[in-house]
C-alpha cells in the first residue's frame, strides 16, 4: 500500500475520533489522539511494509494488544481497517457511556476542519 492510501484510509476511518494528527509520508507514521484520551500511533513498517498500531501507556511505551490478541500485521486495506476498529473499540470500551454521549455530541455539532 502506497503512503497516500495509507494516510487517506487512517484519517478516513478515526475521522473527528482523532485530533492532534500527524503524518510523515516518508516513514509512513499516521499519529494522533483518539476521543481526546489514547495517544495513537499506527504505521507501515520494514521492508515489506508490515502494518504497527498501538496506543502510548503513560510510561511511554506502546500498547500492541487488545482484547488479548495481536492485531494483523498485514497491509492491506481491509486488514488494516479491521485493526482500526479493533482499537476503536477498545477504546470506546475504556470510556464511560456519559462521556461518548458528550464527546459523540460535541463533535457531531463542530464542522468537519
Not at 492485531?71 to 486495506?77: A, C, G, Q
Not at 482500526?84 to 470510556?95: F, G, K, P, S
Request: proline share 3%; net charge negative.
Amino acid at each position: 500500500m502506497d503512503s497516500d492510501t495509507f494516510h487517506t484510509l487512517v484519517k478516513g476511518f478515526f475521522g473527528r475520533r482523532a485530533t492532534g494528527r500527524t503524518y510523515d509520508p516518508v516513514s509512513t507514521v499516521f499519529t494522533c489522539v483518539l476521543y481526546e484520551t489514547f495517544p495513537f500511533k499506527c504505521g507501515l513498517d520494514g521492508e515489506h511494509g508490515s502494518f504497527s498500531a498501538g496506543i502510548e501507556s503513560v510510561s511511554g511505551r506502546y500498547l500492541t494488544t487488545f482484547f488479548g490478541e495481536w492485531l494483523s500485521f498485514d497491509s492491506d486495506s481491509e486488514s488494516i481497517a479491521k485493526s482500526l476498529a479493533i482499537v476503536d473499540e477498545w477504546c470506546r470500551l475504556h470510556l464511560s457511556d456519559k462521556f461518548l454521549e458528550r464527546y459523540e455530541a460535541g463533535i457531531a455539532a463542530k464542522p468537519e476542519a
